[in-house]
């Protein structure tokens, strides 16, 4: 099937599922692919030109048809309904290096939120692993296209980050990146990170990025972010004790996880004496020192103890942005911490950590 990590020039072939076909182009397909090309959203997120004109159509499908790219071992598919034969989208596979392949999909608008896509890369990449013995899928998309992840998501695709400055037609993107192997699972591998219901605002991001993690916090719950507006920093604010609260609670929590419930008492009861004891000092420098010592010990402690803690943050990340309350709206404490909405869900640690199985 290859040739120095190359695979071979391919045979047309037709992959059939339990709802969709995906076959070969046809020129008959001309008619409804100008249509469906019509909806602002593809050449949005794709290399579709915009305007796309129906001779564009015949054009492209004429070189698909002539197996120009089977040929190069990249198969493209018209994404049918199965029974009427409707054409609905493509659907391609790409060589992206050596046992290496990378999806590509769209689809009519009338046909999105269907799972359509979903199966059609499901099929493909049984396909792929099978009959190619393809080592690795990618899945790209330009940072922003939530319907295109969640279909990633759903099959099991693990996001590896933002590829910056990528060249996709005549426009210079940042894209976001995600692989499936031969063995992974194909269902989500973290709870939906993206719009809806309990969803956070802005892209899926990095969990070896912590800062950005607690700063997409911060705007989606509408919470100060003096770092953002630029402000001198400072450790003399109307949240001061709500934060220092916060870490107290947390140091409290690890006490009982280690030592036990009376470590945790003792614990909460001396940080209650300190608060009360307050000098006023608020030292900003011997802050930060101290805050940046704590992440680095605490990343240490991870790291003697096994703990994927990068795996953990995503978890919490995403648990942390379903607080919001149905209609999108915040509901906060007196103290100003964001209160658990009716859509809200834990983060599965357990799964985090691989000890769910």
């Known amino acids: 099937m290859s040739r120095n990590g190359q695979v071979d020039a391919l045979e047309p072939r037709t992959l059939i599922g339990e709802r969709i076909i995906?076959?070969?182009?046809?020129?008959?397909?001309?008619?409804?692919?100008?249509?469906?090309?019509?909806?602002?959203?593809?050449?949005?997120?794709?290399?579709?030109?915009?305007?796309?004109?129906?001779?564009?159509?015949?054009?492209?499908?004429?070189?698909?048809?002539?197996?120009?790219?089977?040929d190069k071992g990249e198969p493209i598919w018209a994404i049918r309904q199965?029974?009427?034969?409707?054409?609905?989208?493509?659907?391609?596979?790409?060589?992206?290096?050596?046992?290496?392949?990378?999806?590509?999909?769209?689809?009519?608008?009338?046909?999105?939120?269907?799972?359509?896509?979903?199966?059609?890369?499901?099929?493909?990449?049984?396909?792929?692993?099978?009959?190619?013995?393809?080592?690795?899928?990618?899945?790209?998309?330009?940072?922003?296209?939530?319907?295109?992840?969640?279909?990633?998501?759903?099959?099991?695709?693990?996001?590896?980050?933002?590829?910056?400055?990528?060249?996709?037609?005549?426009e210079v993107t940042d894209q976001w990146a995600a692989s499936l192997l031969p063995g992974d699972t194909r269902s989500p591998r973290t709870p939906w990170d993206g719009p809806g219901p309990a969803a956070g605002q802005g892209p899926a991001l990095d969990p070896s990025q912590p800062g950005e993690l607690v700063a997409q916090f911060h705007r989606t719950y509408s919470m100060p972010d003096r770092l953002a507006a630029g402000e001198t920093p400072t450790v003399d604010y109307e949240r001061l004790n709500m934060r220092m609260g916060l870490i107290g609670e947390e140091f409290a929590e690890l006490m009982g996880a280690v030592y036990g419930p009376q470590a945790r008492a003792i614990t909460e009861e001396a940080f209650a004496r300190g608060v009360a004891s307050d000098e006023g000092s608020r030292d900003v420098v011997e802050a930060a020192d101290a805050l940046a010592d704590m992440i680095y010990v605490i990343y240490g402690m991870a790291l003697e103890s096994g703990i994927n803690l990068d795996a953990v943050l995503a978890e919490v990340q995403a648990s942390n942005l379903s607080k919001l309350m149905p209609d999108g709206s915040v509901k906060l404490r007196e103290d100003g911490k964001v209160l658990k909405g009716p859509d809200f869900f834990p983060p599965n640690v357990a799964r985090a950590l691989g000890l769910d199985k």
């Open 22 to 70: 995906l076959a070969p182009l046809t020129l008959d397909d001309v008619t409804d692919m100008h249509h469906h090309a019509q909806d602002p959203e593809i050449p949005r997120w794709t290399t579709v030109p915009n305007p796309y004109t129906r001779d564009m159509a015949e054009e492209w499908i004429k070189g698909a048809v002539q197996a120009t790219t089977w």
């Open 82 to 170: 199965s029974g009427a034969g409707t054409f609905m989208g493509l659907f391609s596979l790409f060589r992206a290096g050596d046992r290496a392949h990378e999806v590509a999909y769209w689809i009519g608008k009338e046909f999105r939120g269907q799972g359509y896509v979903t199966e059609a890369v499901n099929l493909v990449a049984d396909w792929a692993f099978r009959d190619l013995h393809a080592g690795r899928i990618l899945w790209r998309a330009k940072v922003g296209n939530w319907p295109s992840w969640k279909i990633a998501w759903q099959c099991g695709f693990k996001r590896e980050g933002v590829w910056r400055g990528v060249t996709m037609g005549n």
